[in-house]
């Protein structure tokens, strides 16, 4: 969701007639951070980065730096008063009003703070920069109605808000006739879809129509809530063939003491009873999640818990995460906080088990035939020129050797995959075919046109130079769902 604001900010830049500074520019003129809340080394990059920046903004009076993101609805004033430097302070809810901030900043001489308390529109219907030609993200609702006690999203996001589906899909048939190929529905809670409209199954027939819209080849979503997952979504994956065998389904812990202390409305039984019907209903699905190792009061117990479930799930993949104390949160108040010692202890045996589990899932793919779409700027750097990757159905990483004919990102080629590692495929033999694709065609005209489009000039800005590329987003959140 971070990824999708940040092309949405730079949508806006440009629009406003701003281009990006070369990569790797030392001077340029604005810098954006869209900043993450969820944990704490998200502060922490932010201040030293802020802190890294000031002599630079010393020496060169014009340059502006913005701050936006949920770090900034956090922090609020707080941001101006540690770095006074920066220029503009920007919500979650308000990530429009980028361009006339910077401009009031630039014409008054000092920091504009505005933090909206409610969203003033749909951040897919800003005007965007997508990173990629042949995958978009597509926003369906933001803000949460869920109270998990270690996560702040809720307070920074807001309520649940969902977008009527004509508007939703509208916006995939317009990315579909641009070239995009895969589109992956975002949502704070996505399949909470429709309670905000009075529809339960809205989900499952968003998902539908995606099925018939003629071009889009993959479809994805994240992140789910367990909860909120019902069997007329598992019947809707499977029947519906450009959704992809691919779920990530956030476990957080597999005890169900430390579930009801989290507020997380399901158990252990709940969870699993979905992986089980997901499997039944698409076999080849790959399955992630995410965990949190050391919540306070963790027992040793609770602890052996969450490995009994790993063991049982055999996810794919699984983003794991040491607790973060977030203020603000009812966990951080919470007594029997774990000593980091412990901590680490668990996290290092989970992420072991997880490493064999994803290695071992991964050794059943090979023998497989594979339609896998090349990806842009994921070629492994140690023999680029030989062996390119992209991604399989269930979103698994392949490594394959280069074919004689060229092939584009978003080009689709059969390879059959020949070894397994804990973290990607390899298809070593010959392609079996190349299909090339719109969105391939999408992808060559965009590189052509950016390769002759002259770098390091702001359009309609006289005497200022080009604004910094959006740093990524920051990583690690582990509240999806």
């Keep these: 969701m971070n990824v999708h604001d940040s092309e949405r900010l730079s949508g806006l830049l440009e629009d406003a007639g701003y281009v990006r500074a070369p990569e790797g520019a030392d001077e340029a003129d604005i810098v954006v951070f869209n900043t993450c809340a969820v944990r704490e080394n998200a502060d922490n990059k932010l201040y030293g980065n802020l802190g890294r920046l000031a002599p630079v903004k010393a020496r060169r009076p014009g340059m502006q730096i913005a701050v936006g993101g949920c770090l900034a609805q956090k922090d609020r004033d707080t941001i101006v008063k540690k770095a006074p430097w920066v220029d503009v302070v920007f919500g979650t809810h308000n990530i429009g009003k980028l361009p006339v901030l910077l401009e009031r900043a ?132 499977a029947e519906t063939p450009n959704v992809m065998p691919q779920l990530h389904m956030p476990l957080q812990s597999g005890s169900d003491t430390v579930l009801k202390a989290m507020r997380r409305s399901y158990r252990q039984e709940r ?81 072991a088990l997880q490493e064999e589990i994803s290695w071992e899932e991964n050794k059943k793919q090979v023998g497989r035939t594979l339609e896998v779409m090349v990806a842009e700027g994921e070629g492994r750097k140690d023999d680029a020129t ?66 002759a489009k002259p770098a390091g000039v702001m359009l309609g800005l006289p005497g200022i130079g080009a604004p910094a590329p959006l740093p990524p987003a920051e990583s690690g959140c582990a509240v999806g769902g």
């Design 271 to 351: 969870f699993l009873g979905i992986i089980e019907k997901v499997r039944a209903a698409i076999p080849h699905a790959a399955i992630s999640t995410d965990i949190i190792v050391g919540f306070p009061g963790e027992t040793e117990e609770d602890f052996e818990q969450t490995l009994h479930v790993v063991r049982e799930a055999r996810f794919a993949q699984a983003f794991t995460f040491q607790y973060s104390k977030r203020p603000g949160t009812p966990a951080a108040e919470m007594a029997d906080q774990i000593p980091k010692e412990v901590v680490q202890a668990r996290y290092e045996r989970l992420v």
């Design 106 to 237: 630039r014409v008054q001489e000092e920091a504009q703070v505005e933090i909206a308390e409610s969203l003033e529109a749909f951040p897919s219907t800003l005007p965007t920069r997508r990173e990629s030609a042949y995958a978009a993200w597509v926003s369906i609702s933001v803000g949460c109605n869920n109270t998990c006690t270690f996560c702040i999203v809720p307070a920074l996001r807001g309520k649940e808000k969902d977008r009527r589906p004509g508007d939703i899909l509208a916006e995939i048939e317009a990315l579909v006739g641009e070239g995009v190929s895969e589109i992956t529905l975002l949502g704070q809670n996505v399949n909470a879809y429709g309670s905000d409209i009075g529809d339960r199954e809205a989900f499952s027939k968003l998902l539908r129509a995606c099925g018939t819209i003629e071009g889009l080849e993959r479809v994805r979503f994240t992140s789910p809530h367990p909860r909120d997952f019902t069997d007329d979504v598992i019947a809707a994956m």
């Design 386 to 451: 030989r062996r390119l990757s992209g991604r399989a159905p269930d979103n698994r990483l392949v490594h394959f050797t280069r074919p004689d004919e060229p092939v584009r990102p978003g080009d689709v080629v059969t390879v059959q995959i020949t070894y397994a590692a804990p973290h990607h495929l390899l298809a070593e033999g010959p392609v079996a075919a190349v299909r090339r694709t719109r969105a391939g065609d999408a992808w060559e005209k965009r590189d052509t046109a950016r390769s």
